[in-house]
């Protein structure tokens, strides 16, 4: 009851949602009238570079952390998302602090939070937060994303997909028995998932996903063009170790023709390397034709996600691009030639804000189905009717099983891909011999019969049990998504009537 009462008393300054982008991040709040509005970060901008700089007595985040890749490249760091949930190591400071991509998030976190006490003028501002994830987050990822976060100070309400808080964003609410397509082109990754809206209820069938495939890839097509026409005509090899500060200054150049692009026929660049110049020209035709094979990938996407919820194009009611790379003509062609011109919306909130604000609408449903207020506003007062929101598990998660006549060791799935969450589901497993007392539980990401080495461990933990009779089924693995969306995984042994929490041993716990 105390915990409803606080909610209670909190402002909306307080409780906001977070788009945490792989080249950019944004923040979301409830405004007084009712709606979701992104906030000016404190450089007065809406978006905020994903970038961090670490000098030897300062640390920078967003804009001008970008201006430190044209100065001191090789302590800055872009892009830290794509590894989150690794131990990938940038470089050490001076001082021998190790920068990883948790490192860089917690500054992320860390800025978009003073950016709210400054917007706000509260010292308290973004304390509670929803924050998206792309769908095709691996656990590891989802709880190094909510680690980092929790780092930064912000209690992390729950974790949503990127699709799922843009289906929000766009009012689809509002809509009835209807199916839309949610295609999210960011940064980083591409996430496409099938929600379903019918009698007050919105719910994501399917999510397909490719982890690498995003505004990154397209850069680096560009900064390839680039190389090669310094490489004909200036007799010189560019790259980020060749030439750092030239690099990142071709790198801007590069970003800001390709925004140029989607809606100019050609555009002309003049980048400096090594002391020499060129001047290039890149067509609308050449770029597509460049692109075209990170197109086809999305295509295969697209694809993935219809068959797995076995329905075609022509179902699709409508389809809600978002992102920053929903603006490339030809991928907003190859959609409209798809799914139909007139299918391809853009629902009511810019691409580069519908994650933010959804993630917000989010939050607060979330607040106002615990009693709380978020300014006198209740359920009743979102946009559209009150729905039930329900989200999918994106991966299928089980264990590792040893064969006993072999010995190869595979996955065996306790909880499937696209099962409705929050949810819960058991299986039961026995010994493999008599004498044994130590339970080495992996659990693992993949499908049911793959080995091991196919699969991506999520949790490991070495449990001591009695030995028992390898003929009964005496050990219970649980695992489920629970409300925020984070997995559970426990392990109940029957015949000691012991029970074990493996979640705590997350890889994603990285160092910072």
Known sequence: M????NLKQEPNSRIVG???????????????????????????????????????????????AKNMMFIDPEHTVKGCKEYMGTEKSYFKTKSGREITPMTCAIEIFKHLRKSCVKFFSDEQAANKAVITVPAYFTENEKQAVKSAAEKAGILVLRL?????????????????????????FGGGTYDVSLVQFSGGKSEVLTNAGEKH????????ILLKMVAEKFRAEANIEVSPESCPEDYYAIWDSVTHAKHLLSSKGKVKIAPRAMGKQIVMEITRE???????????????????VLEQASVKAEDITAVIPVGGSSRIPAFRAHMERKFGKDKVIGGKVTPDHAIAEGAVIMA????????????????????GPPIETIDVVSHSLGVAIQEKASGAAYCSVVLEKDTPAPCQMEKFYSSVNESQTGFNIQVLQGEDGKLVSECTVVAEKLLNFP???????????????????????????????????????????AKE
């Open 2 to 5: 105390e915990r409803k009462k």
């Open 18 to 64: 977070i788009d945490f982008g792989n080249t950019n991040s944004g923040v979301a709040y409830w405004d007084a009238s009712g709606q979701p509005k992104v906030i000016t970060n404190l450089e007065g901008d809406y978006l905020t570079p994903s970038i961090v700089y670490f000098g030897d007595d300062e640390i920078l985040v967003g804009a001008p």
């Open 160 to 184: 949503i997909h990127e699709p799922t808080a843009a289906a929000l964003a766009c009012g689809l609410s509002e809509r009835s028995d209807a199916l839309y397509l949610i295609s999210d």
């Open 213 to 220: 495939l995003g505004g990154k890839d397209v850069d680096e």
């Open 286 to 304: 050449q770029y597509d034709a460049a692109i075209s094979g990170l197109i086809k990938k999305a295509h295969e996407v697209n694809n993935r």
């Open 364 to 383: 607060a449903k979330i607040i106002s189905t615990e009693s709380g207020i978020i300014n006198s506003e209740t359920l009743e007062a979102i946009p």
């Open 467 to 509: 030995a028992r009779n390898p003929e009964e089924k005496s050990i219970k693995v649980t695992i489920g998504y629970d409300e925020s969306g984070m997995v559970k995984v426990v392990v109940d042994d029957l015949v000691s009537k012991k029970s074990e929490d493996i979640t705590i041993d997350f890889y994603a716990k």
